[in-house]
């Protein structure tokens, strides 16, 4: 080919080219340049609704032209692809603010609130992407504890106190997007709606209904607000229990008896051994948690095991109380014949319910006198009960007690007590 001929080819592929780019000669389209862009989240971990921070490095510099934000600097900006994306959502506002303005090197620091939503409430790894707008973009993650939710004490009686405690739960803090209410529940029963601190712990005091049953197991539940996602664990009422003291000894002999788990202030309408009446009088009342205690005189009954029946406020609890013999038993007080006086009456200085005895000596027209406090232990003058003679015996409330051997009735106030 001659030399001509090649530069008229030439010639031609260049006129084509010309005519078919109208003429014009077009600079390489622009692509977003390599960049090796990372975000960091502090802290590692958090609980949905706390406020974490984010940063970025590598994202597109100012020197890169298209970039809004001041002299330029490119953004994240929350429209189109651009944005901060936690667990597959875009995140908007309250939780961000947009725009978020990177620095002329790419560089970037935002606070955000993790959101409360079915993905951040069921815990675990979460992963943040963040996509600037000429579409560089770095993934972040951090991790949100697994919920828990305990009660203290998690057994106890009707109008008892309980802690409910939980961690993991949505933080509160003071941005717009405030606390997230938590509705706990007993046994389906509203109690009331608490929300947990600024690293998602939660403390409530609540008390146990007093209408639950006796016994039972009820659950305790915690629902997150608008989730519908629930926490539950379950609270025990134990069953109601009578405890005698002694539990065994002859006929005649006082046992202390004492009740828990029973409904609250409710009077006990009954005690019975085998059947036989033997409340004491005035009867006992429950307090606020269903406990009393009293005394009891066990009637006349041959030896053998005895059915002691208590029922309080429509709950009754069957014991029991062995009758022994009686010639088997050694008791300071009947065999004494004159006993020392705090030993005699140990039965009503022992409950503190004795203030005074007086004793009137016919012959010598003389009064003696026992008093149990310390500040009279020299000063008393009556030192022995001695049997068949008369006792003013003064005491603070009613009481039936065993003296010289015998159940006696006292009443608050004097009582005249042949020995």
């Given amino acids: 080919m001659s030399c001509l001929t090649r530069y008229g080819l030439v010639f031609v592929l260049v006129a084509a ?156 803090n003071g941005l717009g997007t405030g606390e997230t209410p938590i509705l706990i529940e007993y046994a389906g029963n509203a109690i009331g709606h608490f929300s947990a601190d600024a690293n998602g712990n939660l403390s409530a005091i609540v008390t146990v209904p007093v209408n639950a049953a006796i016994p039972s197991t009820n659950v305790v539940k915690a629902t997150i607000s608008g989730s519908g996602q629930t926490n539950s664990v379950t609270h025990g009422i134990p069953g109601a229990m009578i405890t005698l003291s002694p539990d065994s000894g002859p006929a005649g ?51 053998g095991s ?32 004159n006993p020392g006086v705090s030993i005699a009456l140990e039965d009503v200085t022992n409950g503190d319910n004795l203030l005074r005895v007086w004793s009137f000596n016919n012959a010598t027209k003389e009064w003696f006198f026992f008093d149990p406090r310390p500040a009279f232990t020299t000063a008393n003058t009556l030192t022995e009960m001695v049997s068949d003679q008369p006792y003013w015996i003064i005491v603070v409330g009613n009481q039936t007690a065993i003296l010289n051997g015998k159940p006696r009735s006292l009443y608050a106030g004097w009582n005249l007590v042949p020995w």
């Fill in 253 to 303: 002999s006082v046992a202390a008896i004492s009740g828990t788990g029973f409904p609250g202030f409710v009077p006990v309408s009954a005690i019975n051994a085998d059947g036989v009446s033997v409340m004491p009088l005035p009867g006992p009342n429950t307090n606020s948690l269903g406990e009393f205690s009293s005394t009891i005189i066990i009637p006349d009954f041959p030896v």
């Fill in 17 to 172: 080219f010309l005519i078919a780019t109208g003429g014009a000669v077009h600079s390489a389209p622009h692509l977003a340049p390599n960049l090796a862009a990372a975000v960091a989240v502090s802290p590692a971990v958090a609980v949905p609704n706390q406020q974490i921070f984010l940063s970025g490095s590598g994202f597109t510099p100012a020197t890169v032209a298209g970039g809004n934000g001041p002299a330029g600097v490119h953004q994240i900006t929350g429209l189109g692809s651009s944005g901060i994306i936690v667990s597959g959502s875009l995140l908007t506002a309250p939780h961000v603010n947009y725009p978020v303005d990177l620095d002329s090197n790419g560089n970037w620091g935002v606070s955000v609130v993790v959101p409360v939503n079915e993905h951040t409430l069921s815990g675990g790894f979460q992963q943040i992407k963040i996509i600037d707008d000429n579409g560089v973009e770095a993934i972040g993650s951090y991790t949100l504890p697994t919920r828990t939710f305990s009660l203290n004490p998690s057994t106890s009686p009707r109008n008892s106190v309980l802690t409910v405690i939980g961690t993991g739960f949505p933080a509160s």
């Fill in 306 to 337: 005895r059915a002691i029946l208590t029922t309080a406020g429509g709950v009754s609890v069957v014991s029991s109380f062995k009758v022994t013999d009686a010639s088997a038993m050694s008791f300071t007080t009947a065999l004494t014949t």
